[in-house]
């Protein structure tokens, strides 16, 4: 066994410990609520799931109102016979690498509702990440982990200098929101501080890191194309300009469709792929208790009218 496999295998085995402490610990005993007040801002540290003294914290957390139970009643299909990501997907990993976040806003900003509401839509999207449900039972969530049978690998040698595609090495999609490009496993593996670039395989052999790896991407914008991130687009930290107005782009379920898939599935009107992204979500808020009517309207819930972000309307003004 070489030192990276040894690695991956005694990371892989913390996390696993650390995940089932931590899930007994949030649905059992929780932590004391630390609260700080720091130049008249109230701060709050909840133990494990929410540490480091965050605004956020002093909110609910998503153990809150997302349990194991709930998780399973989102994902029933995934541990079949037939699923191809079998045991592989779990609560324990997705509670651990929220924990990561959670102080960030993920699920924790505003109110429980919003909390839920975030929830539910980014594992909307998780649910539907590899298309697999398109056309069938919503229940088949997570039955995958990587794409298969990938008809090229994605080397971009645009990124030659910064990411350079590794020999021997296959970049296609995987983990929850799925990482394709060579430079997609670079940035997260930079953000995470694990040679991802190197070693794409980590995320269809821990679960725990591809959520993490999936959250990050929901969390982070993405400055050099000037998005906003899915995050903050669902949750209104977002604020559109007058020309995403006029492009009909506005926070809610829509935009985070138009941030992580673009013109793939936006501006097209009713697209079925948008649409089994959306049908994921509506179906996941109706298995938490949450309202579809609080999801907000047509224009809010689908990106269909909106144009892609880094579009604006053609002016039909004359000179």
């Not at 997705?94 to 109110?111: D, M, S």
């Not at 839920?116 to 995958?144: I, K």
């Not at 679960?207 to 998005?227: G, I, R």
């Not at 809610?252 to 138009?258: L, R």
Request: aromatic share 12%.
């Amino acid at each position: 066994m070489d030192a990276t496999t040894k690695w991956l295998a005694i990371t892989a085995l913390a996390l696993t410990l650390f995940s089932a402490a931590a899930t007994t610990n949030a649905e059992e005993t929780k932590p004391p609520l630390v609260v700080k007040v720091v130049k008249g801002k109230k701060l709050c540290d909840k133990g494990w799931e929410c540490k480091g003294l965050s605004a956020y914290c002093c909110n609910h957390t998503i153990s809150d109102f997302f349990q194991t139970y709930q998780f399973e009643e989102l994902f029933p299909k995934r541990n079949t016979p037939v699923a191809h990501a079998s045991g592989f997907w779990d609560y324990h990993s997705f509670i651990t690498a929220a924990a990561t976040y959670q102080p960030l806003g993920f699920g924790t900003t505003g109110g429980k509702n919003v909390g839920q509401l975030e929830v539910a839509a980014f594992l909307g999207h998780v649910g539907s990440g590899y298309g697999v449900a398109t056309g069938g039972p919503l229940a088949w969530g997570l039955c995958y982990n990587k794409e298969l049978s990938p008809e090229k690998t994605y080397c971009d040698d645009y990124y030659k200098y910064d990411y350079p595609c590794t020999p021997g090495v296959s970049y296609h999609g995987r983990g929850a929101l799925p990482l394709y490009w060579n430079y997609n496993y670079g940035k997260t593996g930079e953000a995470l501080k694990v040679d991802l670039l190197n070693h794409p395989e980590y995320l269809e052999n821990n679960a725990t890191l591809a959520f993490q790896a999936a959250m990050w991407k929901w969390m982070t914008p993405d400055k050099k194309n000037k998005l906003p991130s899915a995050h903050d687009a669902f949750v209104g930290n977002w604020k559109p300009t007058k020309n995403d107005t006029l492009a009909k782009r506005a926070p809610g379920f829509g935009a985070t469709i138009n941030v992580l898939h673009g013109e793939q599935m936006c501006g097209k009107g009713d697209d079925e792929a948008m649409n089994n992204v959306v049908s994921h979500y509506l179906y996941y808020l109706d298995l938490m208790g949450v309202g579809r009517e609080d999801a907000g309207p047509h224009e809010v819930l689908t990106c269909g009218e909106q144009l892609p972000f880094g579009k604006n309307p053609v002016s039909t003004s004359s000179s």
